[in-house]
């Protein structure tokens, strides 16, 4: 799964699915995905910010945005809210999804949305530019998908193991994804953003109001 999560890492997961019942998740992953663009592309709050990040995935980033050595606007940050708003709002949606068809995901997908909003905060509050901040949520992004192509891995080798052994290696991905954030004080030790960010969303049906 890669994260579209800022933009969440939904992606990686959708070629581990190989069962029917996990066909079906892929499935709904992907119309969840393909509404999450649609309703990024059609919504005119978010126009500041088009030509600075990239909304859906991480990996369409441009060299230009990649190079960008501005800070946000008064108005590029009401569009990074509402971008953040809608996101949030989309990773609930699949951590449900998720719940019945690979709830070991949600864990890494949660560790990966508190960096995100890590990184966010930084852009918003200016300790970065938006030049840096893309190079960094490249670099999450490619990690999560690295740590949720591992952690299936586990998983899958767990199954030929008795019981004690899967104790043992339950999480190694995990913990070492975790470590990773840790290092780049990206997290906390509760799994939470380094410090609170500086804006909060709610949404209600097709809106979303961020102060």
């Not at 933009?7 to 996990?22: D, E, K």
């Not at 509760?190 to 809106?207: D, E, I, K, L, W």
Request: hydrophobic share 40%; net charge positive.
């Amino acid at each position: 799964m890669r994260p579209i999560w800022l933009v969440i890492p939904a992606m990686a997961l959708l070629s581990a699915c190989v069962s029917y019942q996990q066909e079906q998740a892929r499935n709904a992953l992907q119309e969840l995905l393909a509404g999450f663009r649609s309703e990024t592309s059609s919504n005119p709050r978010l126009d500041p910010i088009r030509d600075k990040v990239a909304l859906v995935d991480a990996r369409e980033v441009t060299l230009p945005m990649l190079s960008l050595t501005t800070m946000p606007t008064g108005e590029e940050k009401r569009a990074l809210g509402e971008w953040q708003g809608l996101a949030r709002s989309l990773q609930l949606r699949i951590n449900g999804q998720l719940q019945r068809s690979a709830p070991w995901a949600i864990p890494i997908l949660e560790a990966s949305r508190a960096a995100s909003l890590t990184l966010l905060a930084r852009l918003y509050g200016g300790t970065i530019n938006y030049g840096q901040y893309n190079q960094q949520r490249l670099e999450l992004v490619t990690r999560t998908a690295q740590t949720i192509q591992a952690r299936e891995h586990e998983l899958r080798y767990e199954q030929t193991q008795i019981a004690a052994q899967q104790s043992i290696a339950t999480g190694a991905a995990l913990a070492t994804y975790q470590d990773y954030l840790l290092q780049e004080q990206l997290i906390n030790q509760q799994m939470q953003p380094v410090r609170a960010v500086p804006f909060s969303c709610t949404r209600f049906g097709n809106t979303t109001t961020c102060y």
